[in-house]
């Protein structure tokens, strides 16, 4: 037999065979799996990167539109912002306050120049500016006073107690508003007191050429109730004077008088100073310097503006409608003060301090710090009542009766001009002035008074006969 066929095969190592699966593996598939990883790393990388292309696009274009937003409202912003600042530059510019003006378009927030209307308004402003007059000098200030208007002089003029004094003392609002008319056609321009001076002397202040500074005072702006009261009843009636009963606003905030008429109604309108110079300075803005107005003058035993606020008052009718009364006041000091109206203190009880002793006026500045502060505000003006004062003009004040009225605040002390010459004079904590009091008796019989100012005679209401002062 053939040896060779039984013959043991060698057994196979199973380490080679390990070793020859993994040659084959090496060789064979190696390669292939690294590509495909490396093609798969590949194209993660590839997917990765326009995924985080396309973030950053969207990033980026959602910031842009951000920013797009953002300086939108930022200029719609800047643009109000114009909008507002040309609205209330334009009515500074009509008073003449152009530093006031070109102040606040400094303020503004954005670029003047990307704005035309605030970049030639401020050019405008800077060249109107160059051609105002200084005035440093409140001696050559006009001051003009008078008291309220008599609104119906076929009532005054026939009073059997008053009417001499209300032809002599009073002027009425035909006249008011034809001297008005002749003080602005004569360059006339009214200014703040606070304006022109302080209590330790005068400021700077600037007018357009040709203009000439005027201070004018109301005063007795309360409506007495002597005055509108002719039955006795302490409510305005149609036996009244013909004064204006009190000051009240109508729908739109505006200020106007009521009054009781002939025949019993209750009428409103330009019965007084006020809403006479409001329409006015309405139609003539530039009557006015940064919106100046007139100083208000009141005593306060019988309440104020027309409203019975007074502690009689509240014993008479009751204390709702004293409250009431005080409640409206209030409002109607808040629009006077809006309207650029100045306040003063005319005594407490319409009396000459001149005749008054340091007591006596101490009582009475006690009870306007209470029952008159507390509504009309703080005041430091002083007005004096009845052409009287506590010194000679153009002097200084002392002694006790004026270190009790310094001892209330007051700062601005308010005299008269016996010769119709204006005075001023200022020290280190107040100053002085004298004002020509608008009267029936100086119209008659001091017209010279008034020479280059306005013409009396053809300013006298056709209601009124000549009189003289007794």
Known sequence: MDEQQNTPKRPVNPRRRQRSKMQVFKEAYLPVLIAGVALLLIFIFIIGSIVRGVQRGKIAKEKSLADSIAQQEAFEQQTAEAEAIVA??????????????????????????????????????????????????????????????????????VNEIYSTSYRQNFITTTEFTKILQQLYENGYILVSLKEITTESGATEFYLPKGKKPLILTETNINYYTYMVDGDGDKFPDKDGSGFASKLVLDAEGNIL?????????????????????????????DFSYKGAKAILATSGYDGIFGYRTSPASQEYFGTAFHDQEVVEAEKIVQALRDAGYEFACYTYENEPYGDYSAAQIADEMGKWENEITPILGVTDIFVFSRNSDIAPS????????????????????????EDGQPWYSSYNTYIRQGRILLTGNNLINNPQWFNGIFDPSTVLDAARQSVTES
Not at 272 to 277: F, K, Q, W
Not at 398 to 417: H, N, P, R, V
């Open 394 to 417: 153009n002097t200084a004040y002392s002694g006790d009766k004026f270190e009790t009225l310094q001892s209330y605040g007051y700062k601005y002390y308010i005299g008269f001009c």
């Open 88 to 157: 209330q530059a334009t009515d500074m510019i009509s008073h003449f306050d152009y530093h006031g003006a070109l102040a606040l378009i400094d303020n503004f927030s954005g670029n003047v120049e990307d704005f035309p209307t605030l970049s030639q308004m401020y050019e405008e402003c800077t060249q109107a500016k160059e051609g105002l007059v200084l005035w440093n000098d409140p001696s050559q200030v006009l001051h003009l006073s008078l008291q309220i208007l008599i609104a119906d002089p076929a009532r005054a003029y």
């Open 257 to 285: 008088c009521e009054m009781i008429d002939a025949n019993g109604q209750a009428v409103t309108g330009n019965y007084d100073m006020v809403p006479i110079l409001e329409a006015f300075v309405k139609e003539h803005p």
